[in-house]
């Protein structure tokens, strides 16, 4: 029995050494509350708009059916708006993901018509195009780093001029027999689906459906990973993926699995990642529970754990300042009892 | 001729006048005016050129949904020119990704439409939706065997 447990305990150490972490409870907790939501009258989403931060706190909202991108002050007031539909110079044919590098002061969003380069006052400076879809952009240090899962290589290295400069990651691989009326092309699109995130120094990617998150140094050479093998939707995930496979429905339409994460973000030396209902309880149900776990970057350690119950409210997207110990988070969201899509400030509970 | 007035002569003139006028225009709307008839004078200017060749005329291509149609069994053909004609407003750095992400072999020529082939292409592309489409066109000995949409 005492050799049991000793190789019990010894297999539990050996385990933690690997950053597999079964327990959920990895961090202190803390209780986030939606404190205020705008925009008030002046503008209606017709989608949840994907969000970014700027250092000076600005909030920057994409209306992907707005073809517009929309600034505004840390208390949701309107300060610019900048885009329009077309092809032109400064104009947007379905903007979607989007970074705002907090240092340099730009704005780089991609679109059906490739990636263009704003001021932060809107004013138009690039536009490139890269004939693969992305599936997210950071841009770091006259870098620009796009998630495009291509036959060999996951994350795709430009120059904010567009010159291509290198490809690496490793994207997931599966048996595409499995995937029935489906190739190859969508089912890779599909299973990467994640982030991108650098800091200049470091690259990582953040898979939404199985749940890994990968470091890079600016050469493109892995560092590190973490499996977040505590979230419980990986697993069941991971079963669809690499065993039973996806068909597509009679109306051609693919039944994804359920992200466990939602968003992920980089911001003051931490990595925050926007965990789902289903993450986090492994069931579909759960819709408005999240929790945002903030994460070492060297480490990659969960240090925080934010806890997030916001009745009928559906998150998307979230973005955060992080400095010191301080976090300021923004949300974008769909409210349910007012049928609107909103962007929210959350503050701890029993703040001011 | 001396049973018409000389204003009922003219009216008659004028009638007949309007009468080829319509009939010219008719000529040129289905004969002359045609993408076709455009593009068979332009590969006639340059017949040698574009004897046996594969033209595509792209607006927006991407690896997902929108790969250059039949360019994997084209590019096999050592007979055929692949030439590829992109908007004017492409950048060279467009045109290296452009060859980068869809795998243009490097003998194929990938250049910017001039007037005449923009003009071409926006005669092709006309459309109630204002999509932009991409062209394939495959010249075989001079004459025009395909115009496929893409």
């Known amino acids: 029995m005492r050799v049991k447990n000793q190789l019990i305990s010894w ?19 803390e209780k986030l509350i939606l404190a205020n939501t705008f925009p008030k009258e002046e503008i209606y989403f017709k989608a949840v708009p994907p969000i970014d931060i700027d250092e000076a706190g600005n909030i920057y909202a994409v209306g992907n059916r707005e073809q517009m991108v929309f600034k505004f002050n840390p208390e949701g007031k309107l300060l610019l708006s900048f885009g329009g539909y077309g092809q032109g110079p400064g104009e947007l044919e379905w903007p979607y993901y989007f970074d705002v590098n907090e240092h340099i002061g730009k704005v780089f969003i991609l679109d059906d018509a490739g990636l263009s380069l704003f001021s932060e006052d809107g004013k ?56 029935k009326n489906m190739s190859p092309r969508v089912v890779d699109r599909l299973i990467n689906e994640g982030s991108v995130l650098s800091n200049g120094d470091i690259v990582f990617y953040v898979s939404y459906l199985i749940g890994d998150i990968c470091k890079y140094n ?16 990986k697993a069941r995930n991971e079963k669809i993926i690499y065993h039973q496979g996806l068909s597509r429905n009679i109306n051609g339409t693919i039944p994804i699995p359920p992200r466990i994460i939602q968003a ?39 240090e925080l754990i934010y806890v997030l119950d916001l009745k009928e409210i559906e998150i998307e997207h979230f973005c955060v300042l992080s400095r010191g110990n301080e976090d300021t988070f923004f949300i974008s969201l769909y409210d349910n009892n007012q049928e609107k899509n909103l962007i929210g400030l959350l503050k701890k509970e029993g703040s001011r | 001729m001396a049973r018409f007035s000389k ?83 492409f950048s060279d750095t467009d045109i290296e990704n452009f060859r980068r992400a869809l795998r243009i072999e490097m003998n194929d020529e990938v250049r910017r439409m001039d007037k005449a082939w923009r003009r071409l292409y ?18 075989n000995r001079g004459r025009i065997e395909e115009i496929r949409r893409f």
């Open chain 1, 11 to 29: 297999f539990l150490i050996f385990l933690a050494g690997n950053n597999f972490i079964f327990c959920s409870d990895n961090g202190p907790k």
């Open chain 1, 124 to 179: 138009f400076i690039n536009r490139f195009r890269v004939f693969s879809p992305a599936l997210s952009v950071s841009a770091a240090l006259n870098r620009i780093y796009l998630l495009q899962p291509t036959e060999n290589n996951l994350i795709h290295e430009y120059s904010y001029e567009g010159k291509y400069i290198n490809s690496f990651g490793d994207k997931y691989r599966v048996d595409y027999s499995i995937y």
């Open chain 1, 218 to 233: 600016s050469r493109g050479e892995k560092l590190g990973s973490r499996r977040l093998s505590e979230l419980r939707g």
């Open chain 1, 264 to 302: 992920a973000q980089l911001s003051g030396g931490r990595l925050f990642l926007l965990i789902t209902g289903y993450g986090v309880y492994g069931e579909t149900e759960p819709l408005s529970h999240y929790e945002i776990w903030r994460l070492s970057v060297n480490s990659l350690r969960t």
């Open chain 2, 7 to 89: 204003l009922e002569r003219t009216l008659i003139g004028l009638a007949v006048l309007s009468l080829l006028l319509s009939l010219g225009i008719l000529i040129f709307y289905y004969f002359v005016g045609t993408v076709e008839h455009q593009l068979i004078k332009m590969v006639k200017q340059d017949r040698e050129y574009y004897y046996n060749s594969a033209i595509y005329l792209i607006s927006s291509a991407d690896t997902f949904c929108r790969p250059c149609a039949k360019y994997d069994q084209l590019k096999n053909n050592p007979d055929l020119r692949i030439i590829f004609l992109v908007e004017p407003d």
């Open chain 2, 122 to 139: 926006l005669k092709l592309n006309r459309n109630r939706w204002n999509f932009y489409y991409n062209f394939l066109i495959i010249i």
